[in-house]
């Protein structure tokens, strides 16, 4: 069975690094990706010696038609289960998710208040193509993508899997119900070459969200993968900023 896997050759397995004790980093990829989408900022939080953890949601890494066979709440307890381990060895916690990753964070910020901080990249929480799914998936089970993330150095399917896409709309419904829950500091980012969510995500959120400290970054350069494209650095540099003035360290 072909896998349409972009990128194979690349190591998307789970990230669990034991660092200090004290400081614990989830990081969460987005829908068809692997956790190569986050494995540059898993290594900027290594080499300062946090603890990172970054798990492979379920359907993720084997095949579109595998992951056309999973439920949002799959990915829910992958995320929960990486985010209890952690907590069991570390005192602060802070989680970030690209894109589907990003709405992931939300959930666990709405249901675990002891949440240092998030940050969410590209946060696809409003995205108007998801809404016809429902129908799509009907008789298009696996659709191809026009443009599989930009050339840049992504692993994950070239395809959609609508089904799968169903239940991620799914998870935006109910994670879109409960954001006043989310109070912790939030970090967010969107790129002006962001062409697969909304425009307005990060306002959204930000409005919704009943954090005191929330911070709005607009990225000049980059679009929708933003974690491994030209302004990654910057990204780092802000995060720090962010851990700095929330007196994580």
Same mark, same amino acid.
């Given at each position: 069975? +072909?896998?349409?896997?972009?990128? @194979?050759?690349?190591? #998307?397995?789970?990230?669990?690094?034991? &660092?200090?004790? +004290?400081? &614990?980093?989830?990081?969460?990829?987005?829908? !068809? @990706? !692997?956790?190569?989408? =986050? &494995?540059?900022?898993?290594?900027?939080?290594?080499?300062?010696?946090?603890?990172?953890?970054?798990?492979?949601?379920?359907?993720?890494? !084997?095949?579109?038609?595998?992951?056309?066979?999973?439920?949002?709440?799959?990915?829910?307890?992958?995320?929960?289960?990486?985010?209890? *381990?952690?907590?069991?060895?570390?005192?602060?916690?802070?989680? #970030?998710?690209?894109?589907?990753?990003?709405?992931?964070?939300?959930?666990?910020?709405?249901?675990?208040?002891?949440?240092?901080?998030?940050?969410? /990249?590209?946060?696809?929480?409003?995205? +108007?193509?998801?809404?016809? =799914?429902? /129908?799509?998936?009907m008789i298009q089970?696996?659709? *191809?993508?026009?443009?599989?993330?930009?050339?840049?150095a992504w692993q994950?399917?070239?395809?959609?899997?609508?089904? @799968?896409?169903?239940?991620?709309?799914?998870?935006?419904?109910?994670?879109?119900?409960?954001?006043?829950? =989310?109070?912790?500091?939030?970090?967010?980012?969107?790129?002006?070459?962001?062409?697969?969510?909304?425009?307005?995500?990060? +306002?959204?959120?930000?409005?919704?969200?009943?954090?005191?400290?929330?911070?709005?970054?607009?990225?000049?350069?980059?679009?929708?993968?933003?974690?491994? *494209?030209?302004?990654?650095?910057?990204?780092?540099?802000?995060?720090?900023?962010?851990?700095?003035?929330?007196?994580?360290?």
């Amino acid at each position: 069975m +072909e896998s349409y896997i972009q990128n @194979a050759h690349l190591n #998307g397995n789970p990230i669990n690094h034991i &660092g200090n004790k +004290e400081i &614990g980093i989830l990081l969460i990829h987005g829908f !068809t @990706a !692997t956790t190569v989408e =986050v &494995g540059q900022l898993a290594k900027h939080f290594i080499n300062k010696d946090f603890s990172v953890s970054a798990p492979l949601l379920p359907g993720h890494g !084997t095949t579109p038609h595998d992951l056309n066979t999973k439920k949002y709440r799959e990915w829910i307890d992958c995320v929960e289960n990486a985010f209890q *381990d952690l907590r069991s060895r570390c005192k602060k916690i802070l989680v #970030g998710g690209e894109s589907m990753g990003a709405v992931l964070t939300l959930y666990l910020a709405e249901k675990h208040s002891e949440i240092k901080g998030i940050y969410l /990249f590209s946060p696809a929480l409003l995205v +108007e193509k998801l809404r016809y =799914v429902r /129908f799509i998936k009907m008789i298009q089970p696996i659709r *191809d993508k026009n443009l599989p993330e930009d050339g840049l150095a992504w692993q994950g399917y070239s395809v959609y899997p609508t089904r @799968a896409a169903h239940q991620f709309y799914k998870l935006t419904k109910l994670v879109k119900g409960s954001l006043s829950k =989310v109070t912790c500091p939030a970090l967010l980012f969107q790129g002006k070459h962001d062409t697969t969510i909304d425009a307005n995500n990060i +306002e959204y959120i930000s409005q919704k969200i009943s954090s005191q400290i929330k911070q709005l970054i607009y990225l000049q350069s980059s679009g929708h993968v933003m974690l491994l *494209d030209q302004e990654l650095n910057i990204i780092k540099q802000k995060i720090d900023a962010f851990n700095a003035d929330i007196q994580i360290l």
